[in-house]
Every structure is written in C-alpha cells, then in structure tokens.
C-alpha cells in the first residue's frame, strides 16, 4: 500500500512556474464574483484557499488579514506575489481610481458611494438607472430624465 501524498507534495504538483514566476495553479478552482480562485483541500479541511495556505506555509501567519494579489494573475499563488491588506476599500493598486464614470459624470466626492460589496458608483448614474426603473417595473414608458441642477440660493437667502 503506498502512502498518501503530504499536503505540501500536492500543492507543490498543482502548479507551474512561468517566465514571470508565477506559480498558476493547474488544480481545482471555484469561479468567483471576481474570477476564478484556487481550493485545496489541506489541513482536515474540504476546501481551502491555496493563497492563504500558501502565504501561512511559506511566509508565516496572515492574523486575520487577506493577502492580496500583486501580479494581477488570478491563477497565481506564489506567496512571494502577495501582499497582507485589510479591504475596507477596493484596492486602488491594480485598480486605478476613475476620475468620470462612463457617462463622464465627475467621479467626485459628492457624487460617489460605496456599494455594499465595496464597489465605487457614480450617483447620478444610479438616480438615472433608479427613475427609469421605477417606470418600467409599472409597465410604463418612462419619462426622460433631467438631472439635479445645483441651483444658487436666492440673494435674500445670503
């Protein structure tokens, strides 16, 4: 009877090195909100995530905080490729912030919000997307959109 592989032998036999020094993972993946992502199966557990078993295997300990991608590869688990982070944001390092949304709305301050999964959204988009929503879910034809004009107060406001 042969002994069983260690977990360390099947994740070193479920990648390749590519000319960058990646390490893509040719095992299984799960597909993800934002791609596909690397599972094992390793310390008793049915599915793992290879990156933070690589990063704890190799680096050491990540104490709560989600090692993130620096080569963009979403195949690579090379846990010198990954950085510790704390996502309260997306992160703007693969993902450079807009200036306009694809309308050219300015992507201000003032007219950006966080989605609840951390997107950033144009407002005025959203209000636009909301009023033509509205009418359609009656079976109606809706009416064209104005957007919010910033009026100046009044004088006698001042």
Request: glycine residues 6%; positive net charge; aromatic residues 14%.
């Amino acid at each position: 009877m042969t002994a069983r592989p260690s977990t360390e032998q099947r994740f070193r036999n479920a990648f390749w090195v590519s000319e960058t020094g990646c390490w893509n993972w040719t095992g299984y993946t799960r597909l993800g909100t934002r791609g596909p992502y690397p599972i094992f199966r390793a310390d008793g557990k049915s599915s793992v995530h290879v990156r933070n078993w690589a990063y704890a295997r190799f680096r050491g300990e990540a104490y709560g905080r989600k090692p993130q991608l620096l080569c963009g590869s979403p195949l690579c688990v090379n846990p010198w490729h990954l950085e510790l982070s704390i996502q309260r944001k997306p992160s703007t390092r693969r993902y450079p912030t807009n200036t306009h949304c694809s309308r050219l709305h300015p992507m201000e301050k003032a007219n950006v919000f966080y989605t609840s999964t951390g997107y950033r959204c144009c407002r005025e988009c959203r209000r636009e997307y909301d009023h033509r929503r509205r009418w359609e879910r009656r079976g109606l034809e809706p009416p064209p959109y104005y957007p919010r004009v910033e009026a100046d107060p009044p004088e006698h406001v001042l």
